[in-house]
T-cell receptor
């Protein structure tokens, strides 16, 4: 596709349910990022992949959060046993090469998760 | 750690007014600086950037200058349009490692006809 695609766009989960959020980056982009954006806040870094390697997961808020990119393209962010504080928009971004100074990140429209 | 502070919104202007959105940063070394914009119903997109001190980024009539002495990267536009209504995010990335962006909280701009 032409841009970064995320699905689902909206997800409502009951507290305690597991959810999976999918990101389809721009074809050929080596780097993939996940960010979390709470209401009224800026995006906060969660994790970074270079191809299939997860090089940084320092932003994941707890061990309930898990991300993978097994073939170096599509990525999935999984949240186990969701809590109300997990409610946020989850943004995926990709870039052609992740270490170029000043390189542009291309963002998807996000997946809005609401935990009841 | 690295951080970005930007003015709170909303900023409400009439069409053709002058716009300034303030942004200051705290970082070690010499980060790259960015403005991203989020139009209603769309994803974040890069508006402009600067990678070293005194660089000026510009796009779509918007400008921002990397001021190392004041650690600032204020966004300006001489004459705003209704179509500029959006949320604007200032961000930085360190000059080493990968492009991990640190964002400000965003400033909503509302332009009325």
């Amino acid at each position: 596709g032409a841009g970064v695609s995320q699905s689902p766009r909206y997800k409502v989960a009951k507290r305690g349910q597991d959810v999976a959020l999918r990101c389809d980056p721009i074809s050929g982009h080596v780097s993939l990022f996940w960010y979390q954006q709470a209401l009224g806040q800026g995006p906060e870094f969660l994790t970074y992949f270079q191809n299939e390697a997860q090089l940084d997961k320092s932003g994941l808020p707890s061990d309930r959060f898990f991300a993978e990119r097994p073939e170096g393209s599509v990525s999935t962010l999984k949240i186990q046993r969701t809590q109300q504080e997990d409610s946020a928009v989850y943004l995926c971004a990709s870039s052609l090469e992740g270490t170029v100074r000043g390189g542009e990140l291309f963002f998807g429209e996000g997946s809005r998760l609401t935990v009841l | 750690g690295d951080s970005v502070t930007q003015m709170e919104g909303p900023v409400t202007l009439s069409e053709e007014a002058f716009l300034t959105i303030n942004c200051t940063y705290t970082a070690t070394g010499y980060p790259s600086l960015f403005w991203y914009v989020q139009y209603p119903g769309e994803g974040l997109q890069l508006l402009l950037k600067a990678t070293k001190a005194d660089d000026k980024g510009s796009n779509k009539g918007f400008e921002a200058t990397y001021r190392k002495e004041t650690t600032s990267f204020h966004l300006e536009k001489g004459s705003v349009q209704v179509s500029d209504s959006a949320v604007y995010f200032c961000a930085l990335s360190a000059n080493t490692g990968f492009q991990k962006l640190v964002f400000g909280t965003g400033t909503r701009l509302l332009v009325s006809p």
